[in-house]
């Protein structure tokens, strides 16, 4: 396609030619075509000619290109958005269409609140109870003569106790002393009356545990094939726990040789070389070693 322009004081005129052939513009004007559409970004949709943003309590639906109300069980406080947020410590389904907060999440009764069937209305707990849930239908008491300032406490917190235990200890209601949490239980926050369980199989190198983290397998990982195998320490990728041995024994095939990859150590940091990692010809303890390292 060749073109060529020719320009004077009062006009402009220009020539075409392709594959040989010459060509002539048309002269008309270009308008747009009414029936086209302003494209909108997504969170927004066209409502007389202008692009607006969904707005609170709503999302953008990609299919319809519309904006819809947020479903019972979930709330949005931005605009613009493309999903609603789910509520928390809540029951899936209730609260109202449209929720602009979190508040209008549900009907449930409020932390600190209580009712015969944990729906709304609620009364507050009275002094020297507490309720950290949603939806409950009692209070939980302080116990041993202990109260709280007001009605509605959310905590064991909110209970007058005589000493503030530190996180890794619970409030011992019977003796009034902070006792540690034991091996296997942690707890992460202060002046509380009980610790948390370490899930599964996992548990603490010793108590007064103040994080989940703390909470380690203290099995040996493996995953052996018939020509191919991979070994772990106990809590990979965490740390490993404290006082574990590992024994693996790789028995290969007559005529096969073993080739085996470390792509990476991190041993404790000691000065004795406590722990380490040796491979030995057999399960002897005298027989001779071909790797060690600490």
């Known amino acids: ?79 613009g958005q493309l999903s609603c947020k789910e509520c928390p410590n809540r029951l899936p389904g209730s609260g109202v269409e449209g929720a602009t907060m ?33 939806g409950r239908i009692s209070c939980i008491s302080c116990g041993s003569g202990l109260r709280t300032r007001d009605a509605g406490s959310t905590g064991f917190k909110d209970c007058t ?55 380690k397998d203290r099995r040996c990982g493996q995953h052996m094939g018939d020509y191919f195998g991979v070994l772990e320490s106990p809590n990979y990728p965490g740390n490993y726990p404290v006082n574990v041995d590992c024994v693996w024994k790789i028995r290969p095939e007559k005529r096969r040789r073993i080739l085996i990859i470390i792509p990476k150590i991190e041993l404790g940091d000691e000065e004795d070389c406590g722990d380490r990692i040796i491979m030995r010809k057999s399960k002897s303890l005298q027989s001779q070693s071909t790797f060690e390292t600490c």
Do not use: W
């Not at 549900?106 to 009364?123: I, N, R, V, W, Y």
């Not at 235990?165 to 009356?193: L, R, V």
């Open 102 to 134: 979190q508040k209008q999440c549900s009907e449930l009764c409020d932390q600190g609140t209580f009712s015969a069937s944990g729906l709304k209305p609620c009364m507050p707990c009275q002094v020297g109870t507490f309720q950290p849930d949603y």
């Open 161 to 215: 106790f005589r000493i503030l235990c530190d996180a890794g200890h619970y409030y011992n209601i019977s003796a009034h002393t902070c006792s540690k949490c034991g091996k296997g239980f942690y707890q992460t926050q202060p002046g509380q009356d009980f610790c948390f369980s370490c899930p599964g199989k996992t548990t603490t190198d010793s108590d007064s545990s103040v994080s989940s983290d703390d909470c």
């Open 1 to 79: 396609l060749y073109l060529t322009f020719l320009a004077n004081k009062n006009y402009l005129s220009c020539h075409f030619r392709f594959e040989n052939k010459d060509l002539k513009p048309i002269k008309k004007s270009f308008r747009p075509d009414k029936n086209i559409k302003e494209l909108c970004k997504d969170g927004m949709q066209l409502l007389n000619s202008s692009c607006i943003g969904c707005t609170f309590g709503t999302f953008y639906n990609k299919d319809t290109q519309k904006c819809h109300p947020c479903p019972r069980g979930t709330y949005q406080d931005m605009e």
